[in-house]
């Protein structure tokens, strides 16, 4: 079997329980953990061609679909990676607070593009470089002004669950802490990344 690791604990039940057998192959907790993640895997693989599919025919051209792949998963890494400077394991909690955040960083990504690639288009194709950067940093600005204070509503509304006591808090403060980071970091990755990308592959868009 796979993961035979995970049956050394179970083999070495019998040594504390004497006059008992232990069976690791009829019950062995590993295989409900192997397969969560098999599933999970699977679930997020046909997510993000879903995904995809749903940006190529919101944008209909390649270079803004790319634009939102790269922007979106960066979001989400920079969490994981605040998470884990925070020594905090990924767990089921954190996993279902980054997939609670998915529609608020889809939806800050598809705004700072649209918006960006609608001043563009705007602008003409005689415009140059720093022209196309004022345009892009006009754009930054007017799809941030909203944005910024529904980031900040959303945060207020998840933020008491970090003050929560006793047995819940264990399983709801994972799951607060990881939306909020999550949101936060497509905050972020909105307002940097995504406007450089736009201005790399957006400047010729007709």
Same mark, same amino acid.
């Not at 995970?6 to 069976?23: E, F, I, K």
């Not at 192959?25 to 993000?48: D, K, Y």
């Given at each position: ?23 690791? =192959? ?7 953990? !192997? ?14 061609? #879903?995904?995809?599919?749903?940006? =190529?025919?919101?944008?209909? !051209? ?38 609670? %955040? ?11 593009? !649209? ?6 288009? !705007? ?19 007017? %799809? ?9 509503? #959303? ?26 980071? %999550?949101?936060?970091?497509? #905050? ?6 995504t406007p450089a990308l736009s201005l790399v592959f957006l400047s010729g868009s007709r």
């Amino acid at each position: 079997r796979s993961g035979g690791w995970s049956n050394q604990p179970m083999l070495a039940l019998p040594r504390g329980l004497p006059g008992r057998t232990v069976d690791p =192959a009829v019950s062995r907790p590993a295989e409900f953990i !192997e397969m969560a993640r098999r599933h999970l895997t699977q679930v997020v693989v046909i997510g993000l061609l #879903l995904l995809l599919v749903l940006l =190529a025919a919101f944008f209909t !051209e390649w270079r803004t679909t790319l634009i939102c792949v790269v922007s979106i998963p960066l979001s989400l890494l920079a969490a994981t990676v605040v998470l884990d400077l925070a020594d905090a394991t990924l767990n089921m909690m954190v996993v279902t607070g980054f997939a609670t %955040a998915i529609g608020v960083i889809v939806f800050d990504t598809i705004t700072s593009v !649209e918006s960006v690639l609608r001043r563009l288009r !705007e602008s003409g194709a005689d415009a140059d470089f720093q022209e196309r950067a004022r345009l892009v940093l006009q754009a930054l600005l007017d %799809a941030r002004n909203g944005s910024v204070y529904a980031v900040v509503v #959303l945060l207020l509304a998840a933020s008491p669950v970090l003050f929560m006591t006793g047995g819940p808090s264990l399983f709801f403060r994972p799951l607060a802490l990881a939306y909020g980071l %999550a949101v936060l970091a497509s #905050l972020s990755v909105a307002s940097t990344v995504t406007p450089a990308l736009s201005l790399v592959f957006l400047s010729g868009s007709r």
